[in-house]
């Protein structure tokens, strides 16, 4: 009689009580997934889910009031933070000299070693606009950056027979966890989604503070990106969410540092007031440029005297932007802290030489413009750019390491800086240029290319020279929305023509063939460029602007696997 067999049972996350992780399960992930880390993610989001869904409900109810006529301004209720003399904690020396900063997604992994081998004083790791956040992408982040910490990440390219590794001297780290709006849907606590920002904040820190501790000491890291707030209250969670973390942790308070995006239209009328809450973990304000004009139209989506005209017209010479970065930088410079300018998201033409060279110098006179309005250190997007930005940065301070000066907001000479002068009215002034049908098609091309690439696993992906993320992808689809919901009169050539559903389906038709052809066939026929063609078309004629992109299509690149935990033994 043969021998009966049992089947060994199938590996699993080992999950505390209330936490089901619904991700693959792969050894190297239960190593970042552990039951204590993922105690500390369900402590968390345990202590802090109530306050973010508060948080939220106010954001839905202050685009009720924007949809409704009232216009965004300063809060009278706080003007006495706005008014007041004080300043946040101390810049850790560490962290001084942020002249310039590279970005990317956390994974691929030799992407991670080239950035921080880039030459640039820091590299944010995002786990947020450059990352499709499939979960494959986002352990794989973790154990980079957990490796990155550590000083032990390599990647040998097989094809090419290269091996990569950290250089001596490396860019320090910070860390973009998700916005507050985005769950993690491969991770249950308490039977609902994780919120997504506290599982990567959660994760990284768990398994990487103690390296910082032991290296550096109070006040110097880990360092942090915080995106898409729209309010103070939003800064006090994290403020919390610090806190905690440290106190957990055993490290001195403080320990923390994070730079705010100030990448909504709300939230550059609550700059002061964000940085009250986060003033004892606080390391600035930064210019987050395309999601801010994404915003604008969001928060004006009802407003059809506030039409944006075509998206590359839309820089820092309009005067809304130009008197937002102006307003940044006196805040930052009052209460102690870097004000970090935009990114520029050119990327090397390697074909075409005197492109090159006109794309590096539109760099050049964008970084020049920031560091003469008083940045302290600014964002690119590829490794190429970082000679020619920390030449003009570098030559421009003259050995200092920022132009932080304590005070009024004074500007590096000694005079009133511009931004002391901004008024309500100079944040929200409509911009000025042309809507032309060439940008509905541009925008059609950008917005499917992105998406396609988004739920093919790739958040951060090269288009006509520019490395293209979420941000400019939001921005292509909200100012197609704007248009065909309004109506606009749009430039065909010096004809002028309404922009309707009508035209945008034919514009969409013609567009989906110029990318297969741009793409080829084969490429075309096995990515989602259709797919991601209808999304976006529906995205465009939706009665109701949708909050996000990657928001509506999440669900699309969500893979559960039942049973990955808890383990049943």
Same mark, same amino acid.
């Given at each position: 009689? %043969? ?8 590996? !699993?996350y ?17 190593s ?11 402590g968390?989001?345990? =202590?802090?889910?109530?306050?973010v869904r ?5 954001r839905? =109810? ?18 006495l ?30 992407m ?10 820091v ?19 973790? +154990? ?16 090419? $027979?290269? =091996? ?8 320090k ?8 709006? &985005?769950?993690? %849907? ?10 997504? !920002? ?12 103690? %390296? ?14 915080l ?12 403020n919390?969410?610090f806190?905690?973390?440290e ?12 730079? +705010?995006l100030?990448?909504?239209? #709300? ?13 004892e973990? *606080? ?14 139209v969001k ?32 805040t ?12 520029a ?11 090159n060279?006109?794309a ?7 970084k ?5 309005? $008083?940045?302290?250190g600014t964002?690119?997007a ?12 570098? $030559? ?10 304590i ?6 000479? $000694? ?6 002068? +901004? ?6 002034q ?5 809507r ?26 090269p ?6 993320d ?5 921005i *292509? ?17 010096g004809?002028e023509?309404r ?7 034919r514009?969409v ?5 110029? +990318? ?23 995205? !465009?004629?939706? #009665?109701?602007?949708?909050d996000?992109?990657? &928001? ?12 990955a935990?808890? !383990?049943?033994?």
């Open positions: 009689m %043969a021998a009966s067999t049992t089947a060994a049972p199938a590996p !699993c080992d999950a505390p009580e209330g936490v089901d992780v619904r991700g693959r399960y792969d050894r190297e992930f239960a970042i997934l552990t039951r204590d880390a993922l105690g500390f993610v369900a968390l989001q345990r =202590e802090f889910r109530g306050a508060y948080a939220m409900e106010q839905r =109810e202050a685009q009720r009031r924007y949809d409704a006529g009232e216009l965004p301004r300063f809060d009278p209720a706080t003007r933070v706005r008014d007041g003399d004080w300043t946040c904690a101390p810049v850790p020396p560490a962290v001084a000299d942020r002249t310039v900063e590279i970005t990317g997604p956390a994974e691929p992994r030799k991670v070693i080239n950035a921080l081998n880039s030459g640039a004083k590299f944010m790791a995002d786990f947020e606009d450059a990352l499709s956040p499939t979960w494959e992408n986002l352990m794989h982040g973790q +154990v980079n950056l957990r490796d990155a910490v550590a000083g032990t990440i390599t990647y040998r390219d097989a094809a090419r $027979g290269r =091996e990569y590794k950290l250089n001596d001297r490396t860019a780290l910070f860390v973009r966890p998700r916005g507050w709006h &985005l769950p993690e %849907a491969h991770i249950l606590v308490d039977g609902e989604p994780a919120i997504g !920002c506290l599982v990567d904040f959660g994760l990284y820190f768990f398994h990487n503070h103690a %390296a910082f501790r032991a290296g550096q000491g109070a006040g110097f890291g880990p360092f942090f990106y995106p898409k707030m729209e309010h103070s209250r939003e800064a006090r969670i994290w919390g969410v806190q905690r973390a106190k957990a942790a055993g490290i001195e308070p403080g320990s923390i540092r994070a730079t +705010v100030v990448e909504t239209l #709300p939230a550059v009328f609550q700059m002061n007031e964000v940085l009250h809450e986060l003033r973990h *606080s390391a600035g304000l930064n210019c987050g440029r395309w999601d801010y004009i994404f915003s604008y928060t004006f989506r009802a407003h059809p005297d506030r039409l944006l005209p075509d998206r590359a017209l839309v820089g820092m010479a309009q005067h809304f932007m130009r008197s937002y970065s102006h307003l940044l930088i006196h930052c410079h009052r209460r102690g802290v870097h004000a970090m300018g935009g990114m998201a050119q990327i090397p033409i390697k074909d075409d030489a005197a492109a060279e006109a590096l110098e539109l760099v050049r006179k964008d020049l413009r920031e560091v003469r309005a $008083g940045h302290d964002w690119a590829h490794p190429g750019l970082i000679p020619a930005v920390r030449e003009v940065f570098e $030559g421009h301070l003259g050995g200092r390491p920022n132009q932080i000066i005070g009024d907001g004074a500007a590096a000479g $000694g005079h009133e800086h511009e931004g002391a002068s +901004v008024r309500e009215e100079d944040l929200i409509p911009p000025r240029g042309a032309t049908v060439d940008a509905l098609r541009l925008n059609v091309r950008v917005g499917v290319q992105y998406l396609a690439a988004w739920l093919g696993g790739s958040g951060s992906v288009l006509y020279n520019l490395m293209e979420a941000a400019t992808a939001e *292509s689809r909200v100012q197609n929305w704007q248009w065909l919901h309004h109506g606009a009169a749009l430039d065909a050539g004809v023509v922009a309707t559903p009508d035209l945008l389906a514009v038709e013609e567009e989906m063939a110029r +990318v297969e052809a741009e793409v080829g066939h084969e490429r075309f026929r096995k990515g989602r460029y259709e797919e991601a063609g209808r999304i976006f078309s529906r995205q !465009c004629t939706a #009665p109701e602007l949708d996000f992109l990657t &928001l509506d299509a999440y669900n699309l690149i969500v893979a559960h696997h039942p049973g935990s808890p !383990c049943k033994l």
